[in-house]
């Protein structure tokens, strides 16, 4: 939208402003906001001219005088009304305002509106209805021009499902949401339907059999733990690939409070103060956005995690800090000084599939990318021919890309295929079946658009070959795509080409989620991982910034970078070095100590070697044993602002 567009008047009018009417103001609304400027008393505008910006408002609503004396707001109610026939627009807003520290925060205000030209009240309601309606259709930013706004209609009511944990954390989530949130919901004009959960499990078992398509999205007001529940749930679902889609909101309600945490950390809102405000003032000014997943096996069972998994110290100050939850993140540092006296450390094998070549003297990320710069990446990109909305429908829907991208190079062409990657896992007979088919066919590359395909394209830094061919096993199937330019070939034979490798598969709904990159847990991990066993501090596979409050683990972290972070502290640290290194940790600055190691890697496998410890996911403990994961880039969406 150019600056033109943006400030094309599209409504104006001259009204009185609450709580004194008796001065008049020339006010104009364009798609950057509403800007008002004091009238003299010939009726022309005078004053200096100020502005809401759209990026601070919340929504609008009308109301008559009866309203306004039973809104709460005092001024509102002792102000001088000229007429009964008059109608009030009131608009809510959280503008940013400076603090003495110099950051800032926001803070709540609204405007209202006196709309009073006409004599009858039906009239002068009809030009509220008008300017609350281009209001709410500009804050979804559906595309006004002038001719619209006279015949808009107002944008479909969003209802959402709140749950609520009334014994996260402190035990305040239900006053929490009380008190901060309904209030701002019932501005934006949201719909709501409030859960509170009565054991654990409870949102698990809720998101498994709810209707999706009665509900917008879900919002959590809990810890980190009831997210964990529903993203379960949600994947629990015969209908998972859909259901996954349903948007998820968070409202900090618990001791860690991750997940708010870090949507307001990529929406760039403070976290320093006031965070229920602002996760709830990003909730209503979201946009749908990806958010990585990463597929958890056991032993035991299938689990699907958003947040890290923690072994070692982080894990044990977490799963032991549980007696202490009263009080509230506190519990935390109060824990790992109690484990710091006594320091545990952890025999282990860790694996890990790197985004680059791993260089165990550069312990610091940032010198191995620079040594290293040839990367892989695993993404999955939607090729649907039909647009829709990424809130609407899956990612797996009409069929899904990965990609290994050599990231240092200046194209990315499709050229050599490696022959080089693990094959598929538990796809069946069918399905074998089916890519044999179409591979007599050569039609790999345009599937049927009315079957549901996921697709992955791999592409590798390492050795690869020029002959293409379809390597199947009896556990599953690799198809390598045909597409070959041999004029390419010749100008790009040497180690600096990019080139992708594709492996297919045809997705019927309820196929299981595929985990390309994962052997089974009783077998060796793949010839092109990275093996360490050694004594560990720590060893922790994250993909969200923060792990909690003050608690900046994984800087370089977003929401949907198709990257695990693995975060690993080696057993022959000190104390002292311990400590320096967590006390730096709230600004992220302990990637830069000697004694941490971060990687950024694709999949990951934690084997411990000693018979007792804790292991957690998501801050939930699971059984002690070996665990691996691998992303599932972009898989769930939730609702924040990047």
């Known amino acids: 939208m150019t600056d033109s567009e943006s400030s094309e008047i599209l409504l104006e009018g001259t009204f009185g402003i609450l709580p004194n009417n008796e001065r008049l103001y020339h006010v104009a609304l364009s798609k950057k906001g509403i800007s008002y400027t004091e009238c003299d008393s010939n009726g022309k505008s005078a004053g200096k001219s100020l502005l809401i910006a759209f990026k601070d408002v919340t929504g609008a609503k009308i109301q008559n005088h009866e309203d306004l004396i039973n809104s709460g707001c005092a001024k509102c109610r002792t102000a001088r009304v000229s007429s009964l026939s008059e109608c009030y627009l009131t608009i809510y807003c959280y503008p940013r305002v400076p603090k003495t520290s110099g950051d800032s925060t926001r803070k709540a205000k609204k405007m209202t509106l006196v709309m009073g030209p006409c004599k009858e009240y039906d009239r002068n309601y009809k030009i509220c209805q008008t300017w609350r309606n281009t209001i709410l259709n500009l804050l979804r930013n559906v595309d006004l021009g002038k001719g619209d706004v006279e015949t808009c209609s107002p944008p479909p009511q969003r209802k959402i499902l709140v749950l609520i944990n009334p014994h996260s954390g402190p035990g305040k989530a239900k006053q929490i949401f009380e008190k901060g949130v309904m209030k701002m919901l019932e501005e934006a004009d949201i719909s709501y339907k409030v859960v509170v959960t009565e054991r654990a499990g409870h949102a698990t078992e809720l998101m498994k059999t709810i209707n999706i398509s009665e509900w917008y999205g879900v919002v959590i007001v809990s810890g980190d733990g009831l997210i964990y529940e529903a993203i379960n749930g949600l994947m629990s679902r015969p209908d998972w690939d859909k259901a996954i889609t349903l948007p998820v909101g968070a409202i900090p309600g618990g001791s860690g409070n991750a997940m708010s945490l870090n949507i307001n950390y990529t929406a760039g809102e403070p976290l320093d103060v006031n965070q229920v405000l602002h996760s709830t003032f990003v909730l209503i000014k979201h946009r749908v956005i990806p958010m990585d997943l990463v597929l958890i096996q056991t032993p035991a069972q299938q689990l699907y995690s958003f947040l890290s998994v923690s072994f070692g110290i982080i894990a044990d100050i977490d799963y032991e800090s ?12 109060v824990y790992f000084l109690k484990r710091l006296v006594s320091l545990r450390k952890y025999k282990a094998r860790v694996s890990f599939l790197p985004l680059t070549e791993y260089d165990p003297d550069a312990r610091q990320q940032k010198r191995r990318e620079q040594t290293f710069a040839k990367s892989r990446r695993f993404t999955i990109l939607s090729h649907s021919s039909t647009s829709t909305n990424i809130g609407n429908g899956s990612v797996y829907e009409n069929g899904t890309n990965g990609i290994y991208r050599s990231m240092s190079l200046p194209n990315n062409g499709r050229k050599e295929r490696s022959l080089s990657m693990p094959t598929m896992k538990n796809v069946s007979e069918s399905l074998q079946n089916e890519f044999r088919h179409r591979q007599e066919e050569n039609d790999l590359a345009e599937v049927d658009e009315d079957a549901e395909n996921v697709t992955f394209e791999l592409e590798k830094a390492e050795s690869y070959e020029k002959s293409k061919r379809l390597s199947s096993d009896q556990d599953g199937v690799m198809m390598m795509n045909g597409n070959h330019n041999h004029n390419e070939d010749a100008e790009s034979d ?19 989620v595929p985990s390309p990159l994962l052997t089974p847990l009783d077998s060796p991990v793949p010839s092109d991982w990275i093996t360490i066993e050694d004594e560990f501090v720590t060893a922790c596979a994250l993909y969200q910034p923060y792990l909690g409050p003050d608690n900046l683990t994984a800087p370089d972290s977003r929401l949907n970078d198709g990257l695990i972070h693995m975060f690993l502290i080696r057993g022959e640290v000190t104390k002292v070095a311990l400590l320096n290194l967590f006390l730096s940790i709230d600004k992220g600055e302990h990637v830069k100590s000697p004694i941490c190691e971060m990687v950024k890697v694709l999949a990951f496998r934690i084997e411990p070697l000693t018979e007792t410890g804790n292991i957690m996911v998501d801050g939930e403990k699971v059984p002690f044993g070996p665990i691996q994961g691998q992303v599932l880039p972009g898989m769930a969406k939730v609702m924040g602002v990047q």
């Open 494 to 512: 040497t180690s600096d080409s990019p080139f992708e490798e594709t492996v297919s598969m045809v997705k019927n709904s309820g196929d299981p």
């Open 322 to 333: 549980e007696k202490m939850r009263a009080l509230g993140a506190t519990r935390f540092t």
